[in-house]
């Protein structure tokens, strides 16, 4: 079983930043990549930054330039710093990982329960 469990949403400032974080626990072999994606209301989910165990980073065009994404392959941990948040931030944060439960190489996409994150003054 693959659990990952997302923290550190909440309300801010307009302008402000928060730090997300995303911890992947549970019986697998390699973890291909981590990624965060948000959800507004009404709205379908979107990607926002991912990075791989390579360490390459990719980034929507909202989030460049604002948000930085960061892991740690040792503690199977993903964060996501943002910074300027705007109104249109506002959304819930869901963690995905792509895994290798065996050395086969095969994936599965993994996602945590997702963190709310409100921007408004």
């Known amino acids: 079983q693959v659990q990952l469990v997302e923290s550190g949403g909440g309300l801010v400032q307009p302008g402000g930043s928060l730090r997300l974080s995303c911890a992947a626990s549970g019986s697998f072999f390699s973890i291909a990549s981590m990624a965060w994606y948000r959800q507004a209301p009404g709205s379908p989910r979107e990607f926002v930054a991912r990075?791989?165990?390579?360490?390459?980073?990719a980034y929507s065009v909202s989030a460049k330039d604002r948000f930085t994404i960061s892991g740690d392959n040792a503690k199977k941990t993903v964060t996501l710093q943002m910074n300027s948040l705007k109104p249109e931030d506002t959304a819930v944060y869901y963690c995905?990982?792509?895994?290798?439960?065996?050395?086969?190489?095969?994936?599965?996409?993994?996602w945590g329960q997702g963190t709310q994150v409100t921007v408004s003054s």
């Open positions: 990075i791989t165990s390579a360490e390459t980073r």
């Open positions: 995905q990982a792509r895994i290798s439960r065996t050395p086969s190489g095969t994936t599965n996409d993994y």
